[in-house]
Protein backbone atom coordinates (compact mmCIF):
# COMPACT_ATOMS: atom_id res chain seq x y z
CA UNK A 1 0.00 0.00 0.00
CA UNK A 2 1.47 2.84 -1.14
CA UNK A 3 -0.23 5.26 1.08
CA UNK A 4 1.14 2.77 4.34
CA UNK A 5 4.91 3.53 2.96
CA UNK A 6 4.74 7.36 3.06
CA UNK A 7 2.41 7.43 6.20
CA UNK A 8 5.11 4.87 7.85
CA UNK A 9 8.28 6.44 6.42
CA UNK A 10 9.46 3.26 4.92
CA UNK A 11 11.91 3.02 2.75
CA UNK A 12 13.04 -0.37 2.33
CA UNK A 13 11.55 -3.46 2.24
CA UNK A 14 10.71 -5.95 4.73
CA UNK A 15 9.92 -3.23 7.07
CA UNK A 16 7.77 -4.46 10.42
CA UNK A 17 5.56 -1.62 11.55
CA UNK A 18 3.66 -2.54 15.09
CA UNK A 19 1.08 0.38 15.99
CA UNK A 20 1.54 1.68 19.67
CA UNK A 21 -1.87 3.79 19.80
CA UNK A 22 -3.18 5.42 17.40
CA UNK A 23 -2.10 5.13 13.28
CA UNK A 24 0.34 8.25 14.49
CA UNK A 25 2.24 6.14 17.43
CA UNK A 26 4.21 2.81 15.66
CA UNK A 27 7.31 1.21 16.32
CA UNK A 28 9.43 0.14 12.90
CA UNK A 29 12.11 -2.56 12.20
CA UNK A 30 13.61 -3.20 8.89
CA UNK A 31 15.63 -6.18 7.84
CA UNK A 32 15.67 -9.52 6.86
CA UNK A 33 14.40 -10.98 10.40
CA UNK A 34 11.72 -13.02 10.99
CA UNK A 35 8.63 -12.01 12.88
CA UNK A 36 9.33 -13.06 16.07
CA UNK A 37 12.78 -10.94 16.02
CA UNK A 38 11.46 -8.05 14.86
CA UNK A 39 8.89 -8.20 17.72
CA UNK A 40 11.37 -8.56 20.46
CA UNK A 41 13.51 -5.97 18.74
CA UNK A 42 10.31 -3.67 19.07
CA UNK A 43 10.17 -4.24 22.67
CA UNK A 44 14.12 -3.74 23.23
CA UNK A 45 13.99 -0.51 21.72
CA UNK A 46 10.40 0.83 22.54
CA UNK A 47 9.14 -0.99 26.27
CA UNK A 48 6.20 0.87 25.88
CA UNK A 49 5.37 -1.55 23.18
CA UNK A 50 5.37 -5.28 24.60
CA UNK A 51 1.62 -4.54 25.86
CA UNK A 52 0.63 -4.28 21.63
CA UNK A 53 3.37 -7.05 20.51
CA UNK A 54 2.90 -9.67 23.30
CA UNK A 55 -0.70 -10.94 21.73
CA UNK A 56 0.96 -11.27 18.30
CA UNK A 57 4.24 -13.57 20.57
CA UNK A 58 1.95 -15.24 22.31
CA UNK A 59 0.15 -16.43 19.23
CA UNK A 60 3.66 -17.27 17.24
CA UNK A 61 4.57 -19.17 20.25
CA UNK A 62 1.36 -20.87 20.30
CA UNK A 63 1.79 -22.01 16.45
CA UNK A 64 5.18 -23.40 17.14
Known amino acids: DP?????FGIERAPTF?????S?????AVAGDVSIDYALHA?????PGAEAHA???LTRLKDSK
Open 3 to 7: QAFKH
Open 17 to 21: VLLTG
Open 23 to 27: AATFV
Open 42 to 46: MVRHV
Open 54 to 56: QPF
